[in-house]
């Protein structure tokens, strides 16, 4: 009977660290020493003895994700562990319309393997060029705009 308590409570001890620390290491550590007690319990008071372990292992597991994801984040340590707020905006420059720049010459800035970077009017574009390997400096002209870059081809 003392190890299975003694097994409940490190589970118990190793969940509320897991609220405080990153990753899931020590959440991990204490599910599996629950589940250790649970079949100590079993094996130790049969059946009975293991369901009453197991019941009770689940009661504490949804008592700690209640409190991490309920309660806790309304307090004030809380607030400073969890995320409030969200930025809103794009993670890169828009990229030109295929209107304004399909048909303009630029230049590459880096050596394209297919892909790099060009300058076009004075601004720095991803770029993949159809004509294969270009050199740094080479003179190109744009032919589209995918997704995320600007398709370029060697001037002629």
Not at 3 to 23: D, K, Q, Y
Not at 132 to 145: D, H, M, P, S, T
């Given at each position: 009977m003392n190890?299975v308590?003694?097994?409940?409570?490190?589970g118990i001890?190793l969940l509320?660290?897991?609220?405080?620390?990153?990753g899931?290491v020590?959440?991990?550590?204490g599910?599996?020493?629950?589940?250790g007690?649970?079949?100590l319990?079993?094996?130790?008071?049969?059946?009975?003895?293991?369901l009453?372990?197991?019941?009770?292992?689940?009661?504490?597991?949804g008592?700690?994700?209640?409190f991490?994801f309920v309660v806790?984040?309304?307090?004030?340590?809380?607030?400073?562990?969890?995320?409030q707020?969200?930025m809103?905006?794009?993670?890169?420059p828009?990229l030109?319309?295929?209107?304004e720049?399909?048909?303009q010459s630029c230049?590459?800035l880096?050596?394209?393997?297919?892909?790099?970077?060009?300058?076009?009017?004075?601004?720095?574009y991803?770029?993949?060029?159809?004509?294969?390997l270009?050199?740094q400096g080479?003179a190109?002209r744009?032919?589209?705009?995918d997704?995320f870059?600007?398709i370029v081809?060697?001037a002629q």
């Amino acid at each position: 009977m003392n190890a299975v308590i003694l097994l409940f409570i490190a589970g118990i001890i190793l969940l509320v660290f897991e609220v405080i620390t990153p990753g899931a290491v020590l959440g991990v550590l204490g599910g599996l020493a629950m589940l250790g007690g649970c079949l100590l319990a079993f094996s130790e008071f049969g059946v009975a003895g293991g369901l009453i372990a197991t019941a009770t292992a689940l009661g504490i597991l949804g008592v700690a994700l209640f409190f991490e994801f309920v309660v806790l984040p309304k307090t004030r340590l809380g607030k400073k562990m969890f995320l409030q707020r969200t930025m809103e905006g794009p993670s890169q420059p828009p990229l030109a319309s295929a209107d304004e720049v399909v048909g303009q010459s630029c230049e590459a800035l880096t050596t394209l393997a297919p892909s790099g970077y060009v300058s076009l009017n004075g601004k720095r574009y991803e770029a993949f060029s159809q004509s294969g390997l270009v050199e740094q400096g080479e003179a190109l002209r744009v032919i589209g705009v995918d997704n995320f870059r600007l398709i370029v081809t060697k001037a002629q």
